[in-house]
């Protein structure tokens, strides 16, 4: 839905300087992640071991459905990605290359623990900075970037509110939700009664 109201009406949105990530660059690093990890980076701390094409959402390149073709750190500012947790509770993350800052927002706070959240945050506190990094096309790059992010914020605090946003959002993107007549035929309710 994000992603087809920016292509409409980008100016709805605070900046341009933003993309939308599919579900499945979440899910590539919660798989790949342990190899990413035992991968000896060199003295500089890159050269760990990448999964196929994730430099590829660093350019704007993937998903292939809503190429933005806007590199992150140089056209990017704002990432935002759904994740999946468990296969069982869906997430959102905002995330900040200029903050180097990373929100959370879970509409249901109870189906994930803080500690849980940890473990599933630790692959974008890890990744993203050093995609910034590895990915970049030259050395003046990646000097303006660091192989850490901060802390994330938990939103437990926002979750019924952003779920009411959620709902009216949703029914506004319906086609003329607002002008649909009455087609029960209410007037004829009674006809069958005794």
């Given at each position: 839905?994000?992603?087809?109201?920016?292509?409409?009406?980008?100016?709805?949105f605070?900046?341009?300087?933003?993309?939308?990530?599919?579900?499945?660059?979440?899910?590539q690093?919660?798989?790949?992640?342990?190899?990413?990890?035992?991968?000896?980076?060199?003295?500089?701390?890159?050269?760990?071991?990448?999964?196929g094409?994730?430099?590829?959402?660093?350019?704007?390149?993937?998903?292939?459905?809503?190429?933005?073709?806007?590199?992150w750190?140089t056209?990017?500012?704002v990432?935002?990605?759904?994740?999946?947790?468990?296969?069982?509770h869906?997430?959102?993350?905002?995330i900040?290359?200029?903050?180097?800052?990373?929100v959370v927002?879970?509409?249901?706070?109870s189906?994930?623990?803080?500690?849980?959240?940890?473990v599933?945050?630790?692959?974008?506190?890890?990744?993203?900075?050093y995609?910034?990094?590895?990915c970049?096309?030259?050395d003046?790059?990646?000097?303006q970037y660091s192989?850490?992010?901060?802390?994330k914020?938990?939103?437990?605090?926002n979750?019924?509110?952003?779920r009411d946003?959620?709902?009216?959002?949703i029914?506004q993107?319906l086609l003329?939700?607002?002008?649909?007549?009455?087609?029960?035929n209410?007037?004829?309710?009674?006809?069958?009664?005794?």
């Amino acid at each position: 839905m994000l992603r087809k109201r920016y292509d409409a009406n980008p100016q709805h949105f605070r900046s341009e300087r933003m993309c939308f990530l599919d579900h499945l660059f979440a899910q590539q690093w919660r798989f790949n992640f342990k190899d990413f990890k035992e991968t000896e980076p060199d003295q500089n701390g890159s050269g760990r071991r990448l999964s196929g094409g994730v430099c590829y959402y660093y350019a704007g390149i993937i998903p292939s459905f809503c190429q933005s073709n806007k590199v992150w750190g140089t056209n990017i500012d704002v990432i935002y990605a759904p994740v999946n947790y468990a296969d069982t509770h869906w997430i959102a993350m905002w995330i900040s290359i200029p903050k180097r800052h990373i929100v959370v927002f879970d509409s249901i706070c109870s189906s994930i623990s803080p500690e849980e959240l940890d473990v599933v945050m630790e692959h974008f506190l890890y990744i993203v900075p050093y995609l910034l990094i590895e990915c970049a096309s030259s050395d003046e790059q990646r000097a303006q970037y660091s192989l850490k992010f901060s802390k994330k914020d938990f939103a437990k605090a926002n979750g019924k509110t952003m779920r009411d946003k959620m709902v009216v959002d949703i029914f506004q993107e319906l086609l003329d939700a607002h002008e649909f007549k009455n087609k029960d035929n209410d007037a004829n309710l009674g006809a069958y009664e005794g």
